[in-house]
């Protein structure tokens, strides 16, 4: 099944790629593998903000960690020339999690884009990751996820 087809049996279509917010470019290409620079989590009414422990619950902070998910395969289908079939996997996610000192659960708050990547590209989504906690994190979202990609 395309990727395309499991973005839409699931109700998800990528948006525009979001515009870098202050001096980098949103995506890299050598080679076969594009990184992509943190996407912050942005719904449809703006950015999700808070702090997981303090204001915000994991599964809050999950679907926070989801928005940064499709924000990343937004960014690699315009580095594949709007060609998202051209993804052949995800490599890493390293995800920052804006969170209080006592707060351990991270890891359970970036499920929320891993479940995603693999639930919409199957083995191709399974990746390595990190999960780290943030004292706080740019215009105070909840989360931020940057990726590496391979393409073909």
């Known amino acids: ?50 702090k997981l422990g303090a204001d915000m619950d994991v599964a809050a902070g999950a679907e926070a960690a989801k928005t940064c998910a499709i924000s990343l395969l937004a960014q690699v289908k315009a ?4 060609d998202i079939e051209r993804l052949k996997r995800v490599v890493k996610l390293t995800a920052f999690v804006n969170s209080t000192a006592d707060f351990t659960d991270q890891p359970k708050v970036v499920n929320g884009a891993s479940d995603f990547l693999v639930e919409a590209l199957g083995d191709a989504g399974r990746h390595a990751r990190s999960a780290v906690s943030a004292a706080s994190l740019p215009l105070g979202v909840a989360v931020e996820i940057e990726g590496i990609f391979e393409i073909e």
Do not use: E, H
């Open 79 to 82: 580095a594949c020339d709007g």
């Open 1 to 50: 099944m395309s990727i395309t087809s499991r973005l839409n049996d699931l109700g998800v279509t990528l948006p525009d790629a979001p515009a870098p917010a202050a001096n980098y470019v949103p995506f890299v290409k050598t080679g076969n593998t594009v990184y992509v620079s943190g996407q912050i989590s942005n719904g449809p009414d703006g950015f999700i903000t808070g």
